[in-house]
């Protein structure tokens, strides 16, 4: 599997290191699967000023390693494993922040973890910025909620906007913390031009949103800070994301939206991932799309008939209803995407963003449409 | 518990229309007004999320998202950001035509005493580009303004060559009947992309009775036709006036537009000035034209739902101000209102009138809103006296009538119209046939919008979307 180049940016093997893979020089490595357990392990030689250095045997995740090509950034922990961080020839590269929120919402597909892991990844992301070639059209910026790393944030958005003018940075995170106004002012001094921030609104109601994100004061910071970062003409994407506790208020949402945000730039309507916190919550917060089709059409046509961008992802083509099928967009990643059986005879297959492959449960509605 | 925000309401049909400080409604089954003040409303009701969501109720006695409604108060009324953009200068009250409801008591005469001067011409410039907005409309108005062709060249050079310092975005209008739209204007408007405004009363038999001449509507369809091809086809916009006559004739007049090209109306009623009618004849007028704008609003919701776009554009700056949270420049129904605040009159007589309808008034002796000479100080005349008494009955949400009024976020206050119907700034809300024509409008497109929301809102939303 891997027998080709490799470049080491940094040859001290104790620490974690990126690795280039690029053609410029010949190295290494050996690949195999592991009897006992079927786990792909390699282990790689490189060589920095001619001095060879063997690595420990590394445990590879295979989705890492589908595809693999000349330019994606490769992460070498201390642990003995490989990540290939960075993929030349993808859109949804993300610079990842934290494992922090100040959110913990029920639907969360990667919980937050309470680790101190700002110092880690702000080197980690720092190198790889240094590092990324300038080919790069768009980078993500997600977490956890990327804006506790508060000032350092903004150096990193630097970072990214001094280096690459064009680049397009899409920011995810609750919003909460742009409720400081400061703190907007400071970002707007940067990347404003190349920054797109992408903010979840859960709820019209503010205790509706509260509960969902598990938190007080979230939907009232949250807002606060949608209109600082309007004062500010930030780019928006706004996130709904659908689930048992909102779906009711669906077209009151959009109202509000229209009513209160009509400075967003985009609206973006979203089935939820079965993983994450979402089995646990199950009872309270998962729900089949099929049963909010009505006022999910609803909400989406009431938008779009303002004038206002709108989408819909991550629900497959057969459980929206027909009208919002020019809504959809192929939201979910290459690696992740999954189609099923009954899908191959669907007329729409190439339209349809298909399933997340990596939820643990599907809306059992999913059928194939013959016309 | 909770608290208790600005709100006002209104029955109609079996619900409760509830309106917020920033004209967001609720519509509500009756008796919900009255079992929001007595604290009836439980924390569970759906309606409890409906009231806290659109700012209507607190859980606070000051909202959390107060900062939020203030912006959005501000955007709602940021038509005063600039104070006055729109000057209309009264080149003339000279005119060739004779129309039965002139309102701007027109001569028929060739006595240049009616026409302005070229000394006033240039103490009005002057005030104009004294004012602060960014964004001025110069516009020509008469009697007939292409009458005095010149000093429309003259008026428009000067501000030109002024403006090369002063950088404001100036858009020119010309108020024309069309009937004498020769080369030399048409290339005027060519070379300073003056837009053209003329009157068209609906068919050939209505409009040249309107008109008080038989040959009328030939010649403004000749002039629209020779001006859009000179000039493009969206530089020239006609506007209707409701005669007696005319209010027969809701369908005809529709038609007659659509004929001539046009992709919108605005149904404009008569206004009591010039004095031409008796007040007892206007109360009648005025249910009348309530009727006539129902059928022909419905005749154009068919037309639309037909497939073809055509706008009333009277009804569109109501709907904009009760579906959408932007702000309506529309100089005739704001509060503060129009008058100083968005437009200023520029007469003819060398004296600066508060509106166009203040100048009217001047026509008959009465100079109540002569905000002072072309000659005075920009300040005296914008801050003076007169002014500051307008100020005080400029403003619905503290008249009399209109502060507890429902629907006060759509509609305006007009102390000229007050004072000519009604004899005071104040007016008197009862028997005002403004607020009896635009209540009578504002509830009928509530009712639209409850009872056929299928059927009207694509159509409302298209227009709204034009602007």
């Known amino acids: 599997m891997l027998n080709q180049k490799i470049k080491c940016l940094d040859y001290n093997v104790f620490d974690e290191v990126l690795i280039y893979y690029t053609s410029d020089r010949i190295l290494t490595g050996f690949c195999f699967v592991d009897g006992d357990t079927n786990d792909i392990k390699i282990q790689i030689v490189f060589e920095v000023d001619n001095i060879q250095f063997e690595s420990k045997y590394i445990l590879v995740d295979p989705k890492d390693f589908i595809n693999i090509e000349i330019g994606d950034i490769l992460l070498f922990r201390t642990n003995g494993t490989l990540k290939n961080i960075f993929r030349i020839n993808s859109l949804d590269n993300v610079l990842f922040i934290t494992e922090q929120c100040n959110n913990n919402c029920l639907m969360c597909s990667q919980p937050p973890k309470n680790i101190n892991d700002l110092d880690y990844y702000y080197n980690l992301n720092s190198k790889l910025i240094e590092i990324l070639p300038y080919s790069v059209l768009k980078i993500g910026i997600t977490g956890g909620e990327p804006t506790i790393l508060n000032d350092r944030l903004i150096v990193l958005i630097n970072q990214i906007a001094t280096k690459f003018p064009e680049i397009e940075i899409q920011l995810l995170s609750n919003g909460r913390q742009f409720s400081d ?10 990347g404003k031009k190349n920054l797109f921030i992408g903010i979840p609104l859960h709820s019209d109601f503010y205790v509706d949103h509260d509960y969902i994100s598990q938190s007080n004061n979230a939907f009232n910071q949250t807002l606060k800070g949608l ?10 994407e706004l996130r709904v994301i659908v689930n048992k506790i909102n779906y009711k208020r669906l077209e009151k949402i959009s109202d509000y939206i229209f009513k209160n945000l009509p400075f967003i730039n985009h609206v973006a309507f979203m ?24 006022d999910l059409k609803k909400s989406v046509l009431n938008l779009s008939s ?10 497959p083509l057969c459980l929206l209803d027909e009208n919002l099928i020019i809504y959809s967009v192929k939201s979910i990643s290459d690696w992740k995407v999954k189609y099923f059986l009954q899908c191959e005879d669907c007329i729409l297959k190439v339209d349809c963003g298909g399933s997340f492959g990596t939820s643990l ?11 | 518990m909770y608290y208790l925000l600005p709100f006002r309401f209104e029955r109609l049909d079996n619900y409760e229309i509830l309106v917020n400080e920033v004209g967001d409604y609720l519509i509500c089954p009756i008796e919900t007004s009255n079992k929001i003040v007595s604290k009836q409303i439980n924390e569970n009701d759906e309606i409890y999320k409906d009231l806290i969501s659109n700012f209507f109720i607190s859980k606070t006695p000051i909202p959390a998202l107060i900062d939020n409604f203030a912006t959005r108060y501000r955007t709602k009324k940021s038509f005063l950001d600039n104070f006055t953009s729109l000057h209309i200068f009264v080149m003339t009250v000279r005119c060739n035509q004779n129309c039965i409801y002139c309102q701007a008591s027109s001569k028929e005469t060739d006595h240049i005493i009616y026409d302005i001067s070229y000394e006033t011409l240039d103490f009005s410039i002057d005030l104009m580009f004294k004012s602060p907005s960014p964004f001025i409309t110069m516009e020509f108005q008469g009697g007939e303004p292409t009458l005095v062709f010149d000093k429309i060249k003259y008026a428009i050079e000067k501000s030109e060559i002024l403006n090369i310092s002063k950088e404001k975005k100036i858009t020119y209008v010309l108020c024309t009947n069309s009937v004498e739209l020769n080369d030399n204007i048409l290339n005027l408007c060519k070379i300073y992309n003056v837009l053209i405004s003329t009157s068209l009363d609906g068919p050939e038999f209505l409009h040249n009775k309107n008109r008080g001449k038989k040959n009328s509507y030939q010649k403004v369809i000749e002039g629209i036709d020779n001006a859009r091809n000179f000039l493009g086809h969206d530089r020239i916009s006609a506007l209707m006036t409701t005669s007696f006559f005319s209010l027969d004739y809701p369908k005809e007049i529709i038609d007659s537009y659509i004929e001539n090209g046009f992709s919108n109306i605005f149904l404009r009623a008569l206004n009591p000035y010039g004095l031409v009618y008796k007040a007892n004849d206007m109360k009648n007028y005025y249910s009348r034209f309530i009727n006539f704008y129902k059928i022909a609003l419905d005749y154009i919701i068919e037309i639309n739902n037909k497939g073809f776009y055509f706008e009333e554009s009277f009804t ?7 579906l959408t949270p932007f702000s309506v420049g529309f100089v005739d129904l704001q509060s503060p209102a129009g008058i100083i605040n968005s437009v200023v009159v520029y007469n003819y007589d060398g004296f600066v009138y508060a509106s166009d309808e203040s100048r009217m008034l001047a026509e008959h002796n009465d100079y109540t809103f002569r905000l002072g000479s072309v000659k005075d100080e920009y300040l005296n005349l914008f801050y003076g006296e007169k002014v500051i008494k307008i100020a005080k009955t400029w403003s619905n949400e503290a008249l009399t009538g209109c502060s507890d009024c429902a629907f006060q976020a759509y509609c305006g206050a007009d102390p000229v119209r007050n004072y000519t119907t009604q004899n005071d700034f104040e007016g008197f ?6 607020c009896l024509k635009n209540k009578a409008i504002i509830k009928h497109l509530f009712s639209l919008i409850i009872n056929r929301t299928d059927e009207v809102m694509p159509v409302f939303k298209s227009w709204l979307n034009q602007n």
């Open chain 1, 271 to 294: 089935g939820m991932e079965y993983i994450g916190l979402v089995p646990k919550y199950n009872k309270i917060i998962w729900i089949d799309p099929i049963e909010y089709k009505e």
């Open chain 1, 181 to 190: 106004i400061h703190y907007v002012h400071k970002l707007s001094e940067i």
């Open chain 2, 316 to 322: 569109s700056i109501i709907l904009k101000k009760i």
């Open chain 1, 306 to 315: 303002w004038g206002i961008n709108v989408s819909v992802f991550n629900i």
């Open chain 2, 429 to 434: 809300r009862p028997t005002s046939s403004f």
């Open chain 1, 361 to 371: 449960k599907h809306s059992p509605n999913i059928k194939p449409i013959f016309n």
């Open chain 1, 227 to 236: 209109y600082n970062l309007a004062r500010y003409s930030f780019s928006i």
